[in-house]
């Protein structure tokens, strides 16, 4: 289970994090959704101890991994799997040794058998063994995204936290990872936390909705009463509106 | 009092700076302390930053070499009448000085720009964070193959650079000033002994502790996108250059008054 507690974080003036509390149950499937720059991303770093909140704390099966240490944070960080926005797979290396990398690292014991996992997690998310050999300058950027899923989840973490897996994916690649974010859940149990745009992922992977807006949890329910909510600020949202609560600095086109 | 404003800011931005840079220094020599290097993605290093920059290194040295030999040799014809100590002078301008610093200045152009881009590079997109997740810290993967390759190489590099200019030296010495080659060298090892030689080395070992702190610290530090890098790389490149060339003077103060090289 990880529990948030009044995490604040502020970059300079812009406090981006404004006291965010918010409990994700062992093997639901939490997705975090609301506007551009509204802290998504940095509360999905904090979970795993990518940054130090300037308040608050984030307790992973009870252990404040605020608190912790570099040695108990590298012991919780073996824990996660990360998803990031862009991929961030790692350019020196090729297909089969990102995968691999984190087999490596944090899960030795199978590292005799890393040939093996590569394939088996390329197979998972629709790539051709023979990906594996490749650079990831050479891949488009869905494929990009689908290595770096198998990446994150080659060592079988417990938590898996992604970072708007489907953006810039086309519809049926977004419906591949859906099905297979479904499907680690059903099968193993795994805890996710999804931050996403896309409304119609979120209602069928999810098992509950959080809304953040101005750096703090305004909504939280199942997908279905997120659906039919009666507040204008999550209505707007999810309705994709221009006209609502929430006023987005663009200046009209005259 | 804006003036005071910005002069505290100044110090609590070098303060922070400093911090940074201990911390840097802290995890990245534990690790090497501790044996937690992987040797492979060391030599790679090595090879990637030493072997790769010695052509330019040899060419920029025996270049040098060849035009102090000619600027010594003809002030010298003028004032004595013949190229006298032009060993002498070619020799230890190069050993103490040009040899650790021409080297180390073409070694944070081309290698410490390389290093900060990198960095730079993997900091912008995420792939540094991608690592922690991965269970290996940026420190030990990235920067302490660096900091074994550029405390190696520098010096060697060094060394390399002040043999190859003082045969360029030679070069002009014998072919366009007519000394014998037997006088040449002979001046050479009059008058630059081990002590010049450990002078220059020493030297130079810090000189890459410069390049490695400052592109590692430039390119974990980047954020902005593309143009992100872009600044920090060119950062980094100058501020090695200018504590290199201000380093030089206060490490050849102390290494002469320590009787090394005086």
């Known amino acids: 289970m990880i529990q948030i507690k009044g995490l604040e974080k502020s970059f300079g003036r812009n406090h981006v994090l404004r006291g965010v509390d918010l409990d994700i149950r062992t093997g639901e499937t939490m997705i975090i959704m609301g506007g551009s720059g509204s802290g998504k991303s940095v509360l999905l770093k904090h979970i795993v101890g990518l940054m130090k909140p300037d308040r608050g704390h984030v307790f992973v099966d009870e252990k404040d991994i605020v608190r912790s240490n570099e040695e108990e944070l590298f012991a919780i960080q073996k824990r996660f799997g990360y998803l990031f926005q862009g991929a961030a797979l790692f350019d020196s290396l090729t297909v089969g040794e990102n995968i691999a990398f984190g087999i490596h690292n944090l899960r030795p014991e199978y590292s005799p058998k890393w040939k093996d996992i590569v394939v088996d997690k390329l197979a998972l998310v629709g790539l051709k063994p023979e990906v594996a050999g490749l650079k990831p300058a050479e891949l488009s950027g869905g494929m990009k995204k689908r290595v770096a899923l198998a990446r994150a989840i080659a060592y079988e973490p417990d938590y898996i936290l992604y970072d708007e897996p489907t953006t810039g994916l086309d519809p049926i690649m977004s419906a591949v990872i859906n099905e297979l974010i479904i499907g680690l859940q059903k099968k193993l149990n795994v805890t996710s936390v999804v931050v996403t745009h896309d409304m119609n992922s979120a209602y069928k992977i999810s098992n509950r909705i959080a809304m953040i807006y101005l750096g703090k949890i305004v909504a939280i329910g199942s997908p279905d009463e997120i659906r039919n909510t009666k507040d204008p600020l999550v209505k707007q949202f999810i309705t994709g509106s221009a006209v609502g609560p929430i006023q987005m600095p663009v200046k009209a086109v005259e | ?262």
């Open chain 2, 1 to 262: 009092m804006i003036w005071v404003e910005s002069l505290g800011q100044m110090v609590l931005n070098l303060a922070e700076t400093l911090g940074r840079v201990i911390t840097l220094w802290k995890k990245t020599f534990s690790f090497i302390a501790k044996g937690n290097v992987t040797p492979q993605v060391s030599f790679e290093q090595m090879s990637k930053i030493g072997v790769a920059s010695f052509p330019v290194v040899g060419l920029t040295s025996l270049f040098t070499g060849m035009v102090l030999a000619v600027q010594s040799g003809y002030s010298f014809i003028k004032v004595f009448n013949e190229p006298l100590f032009i060993g002498s002078v070619v020799g230890l301008s190069l050993v103490k000085e040009l040899g650790p610093v021409l080297t180390s200045v073409v070694i944070a152009g081309r290698v410490g720009a390389a290093i900060t881009a990198e960095l730079g590079t993997m900091s912008v997109t995420e792939q540094l964070d991608a690592l922690y997740t991965l269970g290996t810290s940026p420190i030990r993967y990235l920067a302490v193959p660096r900091f074994i390759a550029l405390l190696v190489m520098t010096p060697i590099l060094a060394a390399l650079a002040d043999l190859i200019g003082i045969i360029g030296g030679f070069i002009v010495a014998t072919i366009q000033l007519g000394i014998p080659s037997g006088v040449y060298w002979e001046e050479v090892q009059t008058w630059v002994d081990l002590n010049d030689v450990c002078h220059g080395l020493i030297k130079s070992f810090f000189f890459g502790l410069i390049i490695v702190t400052t592109s590692c610290y430039k390119g974990f530090g980047t954020s902005g996108g593309a143009e992100g890098v872009g600044r920090a790389t060119t950062e980094a490149v100058v501020i090695s250059m200018v504590l290199i060339l201000v380093g030089d003077y206060f490490l050849s103060v102390v290494l002469v008054a320590m009787g090394i090289g005086g």
